[in-house]
């Protein structure tokens, strides 16, 4: 596609439950990030793959978060056992390479945990 | 690592007013430092970026900003607003991990 695709856009999810979030990179773009964004909180960055490593893996609030990238291209952000204040929006992002000085971001996911 | 701080979370300006968001940042080494918008209901958008070359930077829709490393500042200007530029205003600086680092963001309101 054009841009940066996420999916789903929304997600209502259960305390306790598992989610998947999705995120499809512009074509041919190597790097990607995965940021969070809570109200009054700005962006939070979480972690980034150059190809299909994620070198710095510090940005991830906790054990329950987990990030993978296959082929290069699409990535899986899954949060295991949510909780309340994983509530937030989870943008994605991806650069032509990691020194690329533009990110194009997704449109990213409204999590809601209830 | 680097970071940045946006003075006011929220910012109201009339149509026709200057613009000023503020941002300061604190880095190590020079920095690269970016402003993003991002209109509701939509993704981040480049809105300009200061990567060491002038220190007077244009960016989209009239904006611009200026880089002045004595005050450690990046602030983002418009000479008059318009009631499109409503939204929220992000200002960012790469950190040494190739990741970016946002500010909280401040959101504009433009009034007629």
């Known amino acids: 596609g054009a841009g940066v695709s996420q999916s789903p856009s929304n997600k209502v999810t259960e305390k306790g439950k598992d989610v998947e979030l999705r995120c499809d990179p512009i074509?041919?773009?190597?790097?990607l990030y995965w940021y969070r964004q809570s109200l009054g909180q700005g962006l939070e960055f979480l972690i980034y793959?150059?190809?299909?490593?994620?070198?710095?893996k510090s940005g991830l609030p906790s054990d329950r978060f987990s990030a993978e990238r296959t082929g290069g291209s699409v990535s899986t952000l899954t949060i295991q056992r949510t909780q309340q204040e994983d509530s937030a929006v989870y943008l994605c992002?991806?650069?032509?390479?990691?020194?690329?000085?533009?990110?194009?971001f997704g449109s990213g996911t409204q999590l809601s945990v209830l | 690592a680097q970071s940045v701080t946006q003075l006011g979370s929220h910012v109201s300006v009339s149509e026709g007013a200057l613009v000023l968001l503020r941002c300061n940042y604190s880095?190590?080494?020079?920095?690269?430092l970016f402003w993003y918008v991002q209109y509701p209901n939509q993704g981040l958008q480049l809105l300009l970026k200061?990567?060491?070359?002038?220190?007077l930077v244009k960016g989209i829709n009239g904006f611009e900003a200026e880089f002045k490393k004595s005050e450690t500042s990046f602030h983002l200007t418009k000479p008059s607003a318009h009631m499109s530029d409503a939204a929220e205003y992000f200002c960012?600086?790469?950190?040494?991990?190739?990741?970016?680092?946002f500010g909280k963001g401040t959101s504009l309101l433009v009034t007629p």
């Open positions: 992002a991806s650069s032509l390479f990691l020194e690329s000085e533009e990110l194009f």
């Open positions: 074509s041919g773009h190597t790097a």
């Open positions: 793959f150059q190809g299909n490593s994620a070198p710095d």
């Open positions: 880095s190590s080494v020079p920095p690269y």
């Open positions: 200061y990567t060491s070359a002038a220190t």
């Open positions: 960012a600086v790469r950190s040494p991990g190739y990741a970016l680092n």
